[in-house]
């Protein structure tokens, strides 16, 4: 069972900072894309920003991100390949929305993959985010 749990949602003031954690309990995943995708009220849900990885010999490591969140939020793994974090700088009112993390057992090298809903098998139930201006 892939379940992923998103955490760190809540209030904070324009300008703010924030660092939301997803996991996935009792996993590991040699090679994978998580993601951070949101949902503002009356609006569709959107990519925000994703890591990918490799199993092979390269190892290699890629980042994607929206541009509306590129130079201020920042996503970042851990070593053990299950948790990822997003550090969220410079917090605007419109940053406002339920956060969810997502999950699939694959490496992709491109942003039109990694910022597919499509993509992704396993999702989260979401964290919200709250901005005050």
């Known amino acids: 069972q892939v379940q992923p749990v998103e955490s760190g949602g809540r209030l904070v003031q324009a300008g703010g900072s924030l660092r939301l954690s997803c996991v996935v309990p009792?996993?590991?995943?040699?090679?994978?894309?998580m993601g951070w995708f949101r949902q503002a009220p009356g609006k569709e849900r959107e990519f925000v920003a994703a890591?990918?990885?490799?199993?092979?010999?390269?190892?290699?490591?890629?980042?994607y991100y929206a541009d509306s969140v590129k130079g201020r939020f920042a996503i970042s793994r851990t070593n053990t390949k299950n948790t990822v974090y997003l550090q969220m700088n410079s917090l605007k009112p419109e940053d406002t929305a339920v956060y969810y993390c997502?999950?699939?057992?694959?490496?992709?090298?491109?942003?039109?993959?990694?910022?597919?809903?499509?993509?992704?098998?396993?999702w989260g139930q979401g964290t919200q985010v709250t901005i005050s201006s």
């Open positions: 009792g996993r590991t995943f040699s090679a994978a894309t």
């Open positions: 890591i990918s990885w490799s199993g092979d010999w390269w190892s290699r490591l890629s980042t």
């Open positions: 997502a999950v699939d057992p694959a490496y992709y090298a491109d942003y039109s993959s990694t910022s597919n809903e499509g993509v992704y098998d396993y």
